[in-house]
């Protein structure tokens, strides 16, 4: 019979990775703004939802006064999907661009979570905590610094 052994050091193997020469982005929930950063990050001014309310809200009045059913009203649907739709892709690209710049500067980022529905839901702030996109943020910057 033959046996072959070769010993490890059990001391080293609960040791964790090494952050002493990390660079670590601190990131808190901020109402005004998306977020506070620990370090300065250049953002750009978010809340798109609220620059485009306006339009938002007369094509949905103009929605409202149509007959239901009718060709007119197919047409105005889509126009107010249509707007849906661009204020989600601003959020998104922006959203995208920030997470991108964060792993790119950055080897691992601190972030605060919270319950962002439960929030929206309980301190009258749904607009203000939805258009941010907080938790969207989260994911994305999540999967980007794994890569």
Same mark, same amino acid.
């Given at each position: 019979?033959s046996?072959?052994? +070769? !010993?490890?050091?059990c001391? /080293?193997?609960a040791?964790g990775?090494?952050y002493? @020469? #990390?660079?670590?982005?601190?990131?808190?929930?901020a *109402?005004? !703004? *998306?977020?506070?950063f620990? +370090?300065?990050?250049e @953002?750009?001014e #978010?809340?798109?939802?609220?620059?485009?309310?306006?339009r938002?809200?007369?094509?949905?009045?103009k929605l409202s006064?149509?007959v239901?059913?009718? %060709?007119?009203? +197919?047409?105005?649907?889509?126009k107010?999907?249509?707007?849906?739709?661009?204020?989600? /892709?601003?959020?998104?690209? %922006?959203? %995208?661009?920030?997470?991108?710049?964060?792993?790119d !500067?950055?080897?691992?980022?601190?972030?605060?979570?919270? /319950?962002?529905?439960? *929030?929206?839901?309980?301190l %009258?702030? !749904?607009?203000?905590?939805?258009? /941010?996109?907080?938790?969207?943020?989260?994911?994305?910057?999540?999967?980007?610094?794994?890569?």
């Open positions: 019979a046996l072959l052994y +070769e !010993g490890y050091s001391e /080293n193997q040791a990775p090494d002493s @020469t #990390a660079k670590i982005l601190g990131i808190d929930y *109402m005004q !703004g *998306m977020a506070v620990s +370090e300065k990050v @953002t750009e #978010a809340g798109f939802f609220r620059k485009n309310e306006k938002l809200a007369r094509e949905q009045r006064r149509c239901r059913g009718s %060709h007119n009203y +197919e047409l105005q649907k889509k107010v999907a249509r707007c849906h739709e661009k204020i989600r /892709n601003q959020r998104r690209d %922006h959203l %995208h661009k920030l997470s991108r710049k964060i792993a !500067g950055y080897d691992a980022a601190a972030v605060e979570d919270i /319950n962002m529905k439960a *929030m929206g839901q309980c %009258h702030f !749904g607009k203000s905590v939805q258009d /941010n996109g907080y938790g969207m943020f989260r994911e994305m910057l999540d999967y980007k610094l794994a890569w």
